[in-house]
Every structure is written in C-alpha cells, then in structure tokens.
C-alpha cells in the first residue's frame, strides 16, 4: 500500500513547516489527480491516522480532486497560538 509511505511523507513535509513549539496544525489539504495512480479513500485514511498523533493530534486532512496526475501538498491551516488570529 503505497498511500502510507505517501501520506508520511506529506506529514514529514507537514511537520518541517510548522516551525518552533506552539505552532499546532489544524488542517492540510492535498490536491490529488483522478490519474495520480492513488486511491483518495485508502490517502484519506493513512492521513487521518497519522494526524491523529503527535505532532499533530487531529488535525484535519482535507483532499481537493483536480483533473491530471497531480499529487501536492496544497496548503497549512496554523495556529500559532497567537491571539491576533
């Protein structure tokens, strides 16, 4: 199942954005191609699995269908903890 090692390395990228402590992830959003050669269900739930531990503790995966062989990390939902937000 190659959705697992794709959905980790996407958290890894994930994780190497957040930057310093008290920055928590809220949502990630993946464009994903109807010919990227990936099933959305089997990505959706690697994703949600590894969201559902440390570092990120439920963060919301998000999966955006385009046309094509696309597959990205499309955006970061941050909180910073900042209260300006």
Request: a negative charge.
């Amino acid at each position: 199942m190659h959705e697992l090692s794709v959905a980790s390395e996407i958290c890894r990228m994930a994780e190497e954005h957040l930057g310093g402590p008290g920055m928590r992830l809220l949502e990630l959003g993946v464009e994903i191609g109807d010919d990227a050669g990936f099933e959305p269900e089997s990505l959706l739930f690697c994703l949600e699995a590894l969201l559902a531990e440390p570092p990120f503790s439920g963060a919301r995966p998000v999966l955006v269908r385009v046309p094509g062989d696309v597959l990205r990390l499309k955006y970061l939902e941050v909180d910073d903890g900042r209260a300006d937000d």
